[in-house]
């Protein structure tokens, strides 16, 4: 599992929930550039986009990208275009269940939508 975000205190979140559910995680990185280096290096087979990352790539961009590259699929929680749930990109749904699930209570900075 790789975790994009910038915000320390909402990757502390992120990383505790997803822990704490029994997933293995890198990160939490904050560019997509940084992102597409830990996915070449490990074995991340889905990554949590948290936060828009910093950088030349948005949030879609380096989803598709990391999926088209790596075959790692993504869950974007930092925009809640509807569109999405019909992604290419996206980790197969039982994936996404059980990461929601393991995220559930975990509020967002108010910034956090792109």
Known sequence: MLVICDDEEYAEGILKSLFDGGYSVVGPVQTAGVALAMAAQTMATVAVVARPPTGKRGAR????????DWNIGSLILCDDD???????????????????SAMRGLKAPA????
Do not use: C, N, S
């Not at 961009?61 to 088209?68: K, P």
């Open 61 to 68: 961009e380096l989803a598709a990208t990391l999926m088209r």
């Open 82 to 100: 509807p569109e999405d749930d019909q992604a290419d990109w996206l980790p197969h749904p039982d994936k996404v269940q059980g990461l929601r």
């Open 111 to 114: 910034d956090a939508i792109a």
